[in-house]
């Protein structure tokens, strides 16, 4: 099979086409028909070697996966051959930048009704992170007031989708050429990250109070920032764990003095989240947000990688790999 490999650490050079063996599921595994993949800013970062684990090479890279199981190992319930499913790849073995991948049944889910492949790659890594950040590690619900950070991204514009769905209040920052998407994503204000406080904004469209609810998409000084922003009792969820070495405890103070819950978090893959997005997506709560839909070339996503690693994009790039 076709796959985009990598066989040392290093830049979007370090990206090739090869021909590797397509694997045989056993237990309960699914071999999976790639239709499309998505692209994660992860993704970049291990390429790069800036994520500290295991990884093994060749390796191929590439986690969110919208496919059709191909065969089952014999120890599968849920799922046979001509399903259509959708998921996140195993963290130590991503695999998704390939015609097939193996993936245990326990965290794939149907694709949505009325998606294309292409639409349901967009959703897996982005949409649990989203999902789990909000819901589980913050408890979001009506009332509350939630600021995102980075609203225009993958996260974010889901982010935004889901605590509006969950009836929060929504306020966002972002750059001003993506102002108009994120306030049609739901946001009931905008802020510019680059010519605005968002400090000072959010405490003025809260009358003081701060927002109970925190997603930072950013990290660094964004996050320590946004305790400045929270109400007493807030709960501040980060995702970024790169810049966690250059926090002081004299950063953090403003959350002591707010009794804030920090939660650093880490997406988790199972398949009760995918199905509750999927249902959503369904209903028509939450619209996918494609970027750019790409080949299976080393090239285009090496500038793909090169881009998410120096701006910040509207949605998901996607991988087109085979037919819909």
Same mark, same amino acid.
């Given at each position: ?85 959708? =998921?996140?790849? +195993?963290? !130590?073995?991503?695999? *998704?930048?390939?015609?097939?991948? $193996? @993936?245990?049944?326990? %965290? ?89 406080? =968002?400090?000072? +904004?959010? !405490?003025?469209?809260? *009358?003081?109070?701060?927002?109970? $609810? @925190?997603?930072?998409? %950013? ?106």
């Amino acid at each position: 099979m076709k796959a985009i490999t990598i066989q040392r650490f290093g830049g979007p050079d370090t990206l090739s086409l090869a021909d590797v063996p397509k694997r045989d599921p056993f237990g309960t595994q699914l071999l999976i028909r790639v239709a499309a993949c998505g692209l994660n800013p992860v993704d970049a970062k291990i390429r790069a070697g800036a994520i500290p684990l295991p990884f093994t090479f060749p390796l191929i890279l590439g986690y969110d996966v919208s496919g059709t199981v191909e065969a089952v190992g014999p120890g599968v319930r849920d799922f046979g051959p001509g399903d259509e499913v959708f =998921f996140a790849g +195993e963290l !130590l073995d991503p695999g *998704a930048y390939a015609e097939y991948v $193996i @993936v245990d049944e326990s %965290v794939a889910a149907f694709k949505p009704v009325g998606l294309s492949h292409v639409e349901a790659a967009s959703i897996p890594v982005a949409g649990m992170t989203a999902w789990q950040a909000l819901f589980d590690r913050a408890g979001a619900g009506p009332g509350d007031v939630v600021l995102v950070h980075g609203a225009a991204g993958g996260v974010g514009s889901l982010a935004v989708q889901l605590a509006s769905w969950a009836g929060c209040e929504v306020l966002a920052t972002c750059g001003k050429s993506n102002a108009a998407y994120v306030e049609d994503l739901g946001a009931d204000l905008v802020i510019d990250y680059k010519s605005q406080d =968002f400090v000072q +904004e959010v !405490l003025e469209a809260t *009358a003081g109070e701060g927002a109970s $609810i @925190v997603l930072d998409t %950013v990290g660094g000084e964004v996050m320590t920032r946004s305790l400045e922003a929270l109400m007493p009792g807030g709960r501040l969820v980060s995702i970024v764990p790169e810049n966690l070495a250059g926090l002081s405890l004299d950063s953090l103070r403003p959350g002591f003095m707010r009794n804030a819950e920090i939660h650093l978090h880490f997406m988790e893959r199972h398949r009760e989240a995918l199905d509750a997005l999927a249902r959503l997506f369904e209903r028509g709560f939450l619209e996918p947000s494609v970027e750019e839909v790409i080949p299976l070339d080393p090239q285009r996503i090496g500038s793909a990688h090169a881009r998410m690693e120096t701006s910040h994009g509207r949605g998901k790039i996607v991988i087109q790999v085979g037919k819909e």
